[in-house]
């Protein structure tokens, strides 16, 4: 390693979180307007939220695996692995959006944003390690 220059790995796992935070902009966005048009038609913040994240479901597999950690692992494993922890993230997602709607009564737009965050950090760890095992 030279003087100045991180490490490999360091490059790499920016790479990879430059590629993901790129691919989950336009997914967050689809994702976004699906929830926000639901809400707006008068449609409960939950399941509102569950539109958004089926919507944007199988478009963040495909982004992954091909975009983000250019995986070249088996589809069925992968999208099995995916499934899974799509299922986790969005559980946390939902309990999370739950307890700021009801425990804190924080504004529903609000709520979202926060469960967003949380969906979001725990997608990339599971799809990171779990999921696509890259590198």
């Known amino acids: 390693m030279s003087e100045g220059r991180p490490p490999a790995n ?3 796992e920016l790479g990879y979180v430059t590629r ?3 691919s989950g902009f336009f997914n967050t966005i689809l994702g976004f307007i699906t929830i ?10 939950l399941l509102s939220n569950v539109a958004g994240y089926v919507v944007g ?5 495909v982004l992954s695996k091909r975009f983000v950690f ?3 692992g088996n589809f069925i ?3 099995v692995r995916y499934l899974v922890a799509f299922m986790v993230a969005f559980l946390c997602n939902l309990t999370v959006l739950a307890v700021a709607l009801e425990k804190f009564t924080v504004a529903p737009y609000l709520a979202q944003l926060g469960a967003a965050v949380i969906y979001t950090t725990l997608m990339y ?4 390690y779990f999921v ?3 590198g």
């Open 10 to 12: 360091m490059c790499r």
């Open 20 to 22: 993901y935070a790129g």
């Open 36 to 45: 926000f048009s639901t809400m707006a038609l008068g449609v409960s913040p």
């Open 57 to 61: 479901f199988f478009l963040g597999f």
């Open 70 to 72: 250019m995986a070249n």
């Open 77 to 79: 494993s992968e999208s």
């Open 125 to 128: 760890i599971f799809t990171r």
């Open 132 to 134: 696509f095992r890259v």
